[in-house]
């Protein structure tokens, strides 16, 4: 059974950077894919960013590209997503998803497995 665990959350200041990281439990990080999203108060559920390590695939959404960099190792069977350049609007609960489909689309329904979440906060 495939089960991913999230931390690092926090508070920061605007313009700060953040790497959040996420370990997945169960299934070989190479055999899966993982997934970021994030939901502020008040809104959706939102794709930040996936990755397949096997194959080197990643996917950003486009209000993250280039602030975001989603890394992994798979050794460690975790996943880090560093993010740069953080703005108010960055703010919200962070979700690491993984995927046994393995293709690391933005569609939530492709993962099987979410973490419990945790908060980011930037202040301007």
């Known amino acids: 059974q495939l089960d991913v665990a999230e931390s690092g959350g926090g508070f920061v200041q605007s313009g700060d950077s953040l790497t959040v990281s996420c370990v997945a439990s169960g299934r070989m990080l190479a055999d899966i894919a993982m997934g970021w999203f994030r939901q502020a108060s008040g809104k959706d559920r939102e794709f930040v960013a996936s990755i397949n390590t096997r194959s080197g695939f990643t996917l950003y959404s486009d209000s993250v590209k280039g602030r975001f960099t989603l890394s992994g190792d798979n050794a460690k069977n975790t996943v880090y997503l560093q993010m740069n350049g953080l703005k108010p609007e960055d703010t919200a609960v962070y979700y690491c998803?993984?995927?046994?489909?393995?293709?690391?689309?933005?569609?939530?329904?492709?993962?099987?497995?979410w973490g419990p979440g945790i908060q980011v906060t930037v202040s301007s």
């Open positions: 998803a993984g995927s046994e489909y393995g293709l690391g689309s933005s569609q939530s329904y492709e993962y099987n497995s």
